[in-house]
């Protein structure tokens, strides 16, 4: 059973930063991507950023050049570093890992940008 722990979410005024980090544990196949989501109330979860085992990025055009995904392959951990920080990156965020025909979710970390 794979489980997906996120942290390092809370309150910061806009232009500030965050870092998310997600640990995942239990048996995972080598080849994965693992992903943020964000979700507000009433809308659709939507991707963030992305990041395959080799180290591949995509993002969202609404945080390019403000949010850096990262990965510790050894450590089975994705980041998100999220700078200049903005009132509508207020959300829920959650880490996805997707491992061939797997798919787990984390419970997700609540991000509040202040204006």
């Known amino acids: 059973q794979v489980q997906l722990v996120e942290s390092g979410g809370g309150l910061v005024q806009a232009g500030g930063s965050l870092r998310l980090s997600c640990a995942a544990s239990g048996s995972i196949f080598r080849l994965n991507v693992m992903a943020w989501y964000r979700q507000v109330p009433g809308n659709q979860r939507e991707l963030v950023a992305a990041?395959?085992?080799?180290?591949?990025?995509n993002y969202a055009d609404s945080v390019k050049g403000r949010f850096t995904i990262s990965r510790d392959n050894a450590k089975n951990t994705v980041y998100l570093q999220m700078n200049s920080l903005k009132p509508e990156d207020t959300a829920v965020y959650h880490c996805r890992l997707m491992a061939g025909v797997n798919n787990y979710w984390g419970q997700g970390t609540q991000v509040t940008v202040s204006s």
């Open positions: 990041i395959t085992s080799s180290g591949s990025t």
